[in-house]
């Protein structure tokens, strides 16, 4: 069974930084493309930023120039290093994978079980 666990959420000041981590656990070969999203109370989910196991990068318009996402694929694990936050980025923070090669199969659309970030004065 294929897993994706996020860490680092929490509460943080305008202007301050953190970094969110997820790691994939389970009978991997390996991983795709593995990507960020969020979701603030009453509006759709939405890509923050994304990155292919070659090491691509796609961000948002309203995070780029903030936000790095970048990944370690001996572990499994996309980071999401996000500076400079603004209380517009408060939400529930996602990891997605949307392909997983196992070593029973292909697992499509993984998803983790978010972690909140809340930025606030």
């Known amino acids: 069974q294929v897993r994706l666990l996020e860490s680092g959420g929490g509460l943080v000041q305008p202007g301050g930084s953190l970094r969110l981590s997820c790691a994939a656990s389970?009978?991997?070969?390996?991983?795709?493309?593995m990507g960020w999203y969020r979701q603030a109370p009453g509006k759709p989910r939405e890509l923050v930023a994304a990155?292919?196991?070659?090491?691509?990068?796609t961000y948002a318009d309203s995070v780029k120039g903030r936000f790095t996402i970048s990944r370690d694929n001996a572990k499994n694990t996309v980071y999401l290093q996000m500076n400079s936050l603004k209380p517009e980025d408060t939400a529930v923070y996602y990891c997605?994978?949307?392909?997983?090669?196992?070593?029973?199969?292909?697992?499509?659309?993984?998803w983790g079980q978010g972690t909140q970030v809340t930025v606030s004065s």
């Open positions: 389970g009978s991997i070969v390996s991983i795709n493309a």
């Open positions: 997605n994978a949307p392909g997983i090669v196992t070593m029973t199969g292909y697992k499509y659309n993984s």
């Open positions: 990155i292919t196991n070659g090491g691509t990068t």
